[in-house]
Nanobody
Framework: QPELVESGGGSVQAGGSLTLSCAASGYTISSSCMGWFRQAPGKEREGVAMVDKYGGSRYRDSAKGRFTISRDNAKNTLYLEMNSLNPEDTAMYYC?????????????????WGQGTQVTVSS
């Protein structure tokens, strides 16, 4: 059973930066489609960024130009670098992996999920 473990969350002030990590075991990220999702209190989970098995990436509009998804195949780890954070980015962030190919930001297209890491941005 694949396991995804997120880390790197925390509390920052608006304008600050954080880099989230997702360490995978029992699953090879280099040949997989993976994504980052987030869920704020009282809101539905939404896709933030994804990278497909060929290296293509996709971002939600509010993340474009501020967030960068990447992976280190040697470490089998996925990253999300977040810059220019604002209070609207406050949420629990989840790493997810698909069992097949996808380039979507729809949570239903992803099978394996981590437990999440909290990001809080204060104004």
């Amino acid at each position: 059973q694949p396991e995804l473990v997120e880390s790197g969350g925390g509390s920052v002030q608006a304008g600050g930066s954080l880099t989230l990590s997702c360490a995978a075991s029992g699953y090879t990220i280099s040949s997989s489609c993976m994504g980052w999702f987030r869920q704020a209190p009282g809101k539905e989970r939404e896709g933030v960024a994804m990278v497909d098995k060929y290296g293509g990436s996709r971002y939600r509009d509010s993340a474009k130009g501020r967030f960068t998804i990447s992976r280190d195949n040697a470490k089998n780890t996925l990253y999300l670098e977040m810059n220019s954070l604002n209070p609207e980015d406050t949420a629990m962030y989840y790493c997810a992996a698909a069992r097949g190919w996808t380039n979507s930001l729809v949570q239903g297209d992803y099978t394996y999920w981590g437990q999440g890491t909290q990001v809080t941005v204060s104004s």
